[in-house]
């Protein structure tokens, strides 16, 4: 596609519940990354994939995080159990040669309630 | 590991004044850098980025900044604001590999008319 498109947009859901978070990246861009960005804060950085590999998975803040891409274009991000702590907007980023900087989606703002 | 920090969590200027947005970072290596803009209820879009070269790097809107590596610090001007140009303002640094991407905790500009 033409950008990075992430769905849904907004996701209000029930503290304990699983939630699944979904990008598309620019077609042909071998790199992903989700970053969160929690209210008034800067971003922080999640997990990033090379391929359909992540060989850095070290930002995921627990093991209620899990990500995975497939067919080296789509990435899930579901957060297992979620906490009220888990609120934040979630941004997926692609990128074909990374010192061009990363493409970031509108990302999903998540909120748990 | 990196970090990144970006003096003032908001910054206030007149609409034709000077903008000036500061980023530090620590990097035992030579770093990339990254200025980013976002806008309300949009993503990150790629301001400039400093990757080899010229240290006085040129990007949209108007923008520059200038990697000064004494003063490990790459910080983002414009000669003119705008009011269209508030918004907020995230510096980024990658280490050469660019497996992951550190980001300030943001700057937030207003334009006052």
């Known amino acids: 596609g033409a950008g990075v498109s992430q769905s849904p947009s907004n996701k209000v859901t029930e503290k304990g519940k699983d939630v699944e978070l979904r990008c598309d990246p620019i077609?042909?861009?071998?790199?992903l990354y989700w970053y969160r960005q929690r209210l008034g804060q800067g971003l922080e950085f999640l997990i990033y994939?090379?391929?359909?590999?992540?060989?850095?998975k070290s930002g995921l803040p627990s093991d209620r995080f899990s990500a995975e891409r497939t067919g080296e274009s789509v990435s899930t991000l579901t957060i297992q159990r979620t906490q009220q702590e888990d609120s934040a907007v979630y941004l997926c980023?692609?990128?074909?040669?990374?010192?061009?900087?990363?493409?970031f989606g509108s990302g999903t703002r998540l909120t748990v309630v | 590991a990196q970090s990144v920090t970006q003096l003032g969590s908001h910054v206030s200027v007149s609409e034709g004044a000077l903008v000036l947005l500061r980023c530090n970072y620590s990097?035992?290596?030579?770093?990339?850098l990254f200025w980013y803009v976002q806008y309300p209820n949009q993503g990150l879009q790629l301001l400039l980025k400093?990757?080899?070269?010229?240290?006085l790097v040129k990007g949209i809107n108007g923008f520059e900044a200038e990697f000064k590596k004494s003063e490990t610090s790459f910080h983002l001007t414009k000669p003119s604001a705008h009011m269209s140009d508030a918004a907020e303002y995230f510096c980024?640094?990658?280490?050469?590999?660019?497996?992951?991407?550190?980001f300030g905790s943001g700057t937030k500009l207003n334009v006052k008319p």
């Open positions: 990097s035992s290596v030579p770093p990339y």
């Open positions: 077609s042909g861009h071998t790199a």
């Open positions: 400093y990757t080899t070269g010229a240290t």
């Open positions: 980024a640094v990658s280490e050469y590999n660019f497996n992951k991407f550190y």
């Open positions: 994939f090379q391929g359909n590999s992540a060989p850095d």
């Open positions: 980023a692609s990128s074909l040669y990374s010192d061009n900087g990363y493409t």
